[in-house]
C-alpha cells in the first residue's frame, strides 16, 4: 500500500531536550516536505526536499533540522525544542515538485513541549 | 508574499442544503488544490484544478476555478452529514516548491 509514515503519532517532551520525527514513503517521490498546523492558521511549510541532499527552508524554519540521506526519509529534527513548537505535524511526498501532483501525507504527530 | 484566504471560516449546516466554501488567493497562480480532513485524521486531495475555468466534481462536491479573480468554490450540494470534515485550499507558487494553504473550513453538517 502506498503510504508516508510518520513516527511517532504523539510525543510529549520538555524544553531542549532534542527529538527526531521520522518520516518515510514507500513511492519513489522525489519530492517531501515537512508542514506544522496551527489552529486558524491552516498549514505552513517547514522545509522541503527535492531528492537526496537537496533540501530547503519553507516558511517557518527556525529551530528545526532535516536531512535526505536516502530517498525514502526525510526526518525531521528539533535540536532544543521549545514550547512555541507544540504543533500538528505532517510529513508530506508527492511525485516531482509540490504542486506538479497532488501531496500524499502521512497521518501527523502531535508534538507537546512543555 | 502570497496570501490564501478562506471564507467561512466555520459553517454548520443541515442535511440537504446547498453551500459554498470561497477561497481568495493574494497573486498569480494557476493550480489550486483542494484538501479534507478529517478529525484527528490526515489531509485526503480532492481536487486539483489546473487552470482557469477548471471544474472538477465527486459527489456531491464540485469545486472551480477562476484564475483572473483569484478565486476558488467549493460548492456542496444536498449535504450529507459524511461531508462534515475541515476542508483546504492549497495554491501552488510556481518556482517556489510550495503549497500555501488557507486556514480551513471546518464543515458541521447536522442530521
Known amino acids: 500500500e502506498a503510504q508516508v509514515t510518520q513516527n511517532p503519532r504523539y510525543l510529549i517532551t520538555v524544553t531542549g531536550k532534542k527529538l527526531t520525527v521520522t518520516c518515510s514513503q514507500n513511492?519513489?517521490?522525489?519530492?517531501m516536505s515537512w508542514y506544522r498546523q496551527d489552529p486558524g492558521l491552516g498549514l505552513r511549510q517547514i522545509y522541503y526536499?527535492?531528492?537526496?541532499?537537496?533540501?530547503d527552508k519553507g516558511d517557518v524554519p527556525e529551530g528545526y533540522k532535516v536531512s535526505r540521506k536516502e530517498k525514502r526519509n526525510f526526518p525531521l529534527i528539533l535540536e532544543s525544542p521549545s514550547p512555541n513548537q507544540t504543533s500538528l505535524y505532517f510529513c508530506?511526498?508527492?511525485?516531482?515538485?509540490?504542486?506538479?501532483?497532488?501531496?500524499?501525507f502521512g497521518n501527523g504527530t502531535r508534538l507537546t513541549v512543555t | 508574499e502570497l496570501k490564501v484566504e478562506q471564507n467561512p471560516l466555520f459553517l454548520s449546516m443541515q442535511e440537504g442544503k446547498n453551500y459554498t466554501i470561497y477561497c481568495n488567493y493574494s497573486t498569480t497562480s494557476d493550480r489550486l488544490y483542494w484538501y479534507r480532513q478529517d478529525p484527528g485524521k490526515s489531509l485526503e486531495s480532492l481536487f486539483v484544478l489546473l487552470s482557469n475555468g477548471a471544474v472538477k466534481q465527486e459527489g456531491r462536491l464540485m469545486a472551480s476555478l477562476d484564475t483572473k479573480a483569484r478565486l476558488s468554490t467549493l460548492h456542496i450540494t444536498a449535504a450529507v452529514h459524511d461531508l462534515s470534515a475541515t476542508y483546504f485550499c492549497a495554491v501552488d507558487i510556481q518556482g517556489a516548491q510550495k503549497l500555501v494553504f488557507g486556514q480551513g473550513t471546518r464543515l458541521t453538517i447536522n442530521p
Open positions: 508530506a511526498s508527492s511525485l516531482g515538485g509540490s504542486g506538479k501532483a497532488p501531496l500524499h
Open positions: 526536499s527535492m531528492n537526496v541532499e537537496v533540501t
Open positions: 513511492m519513489n517521490h522525489e519530492y
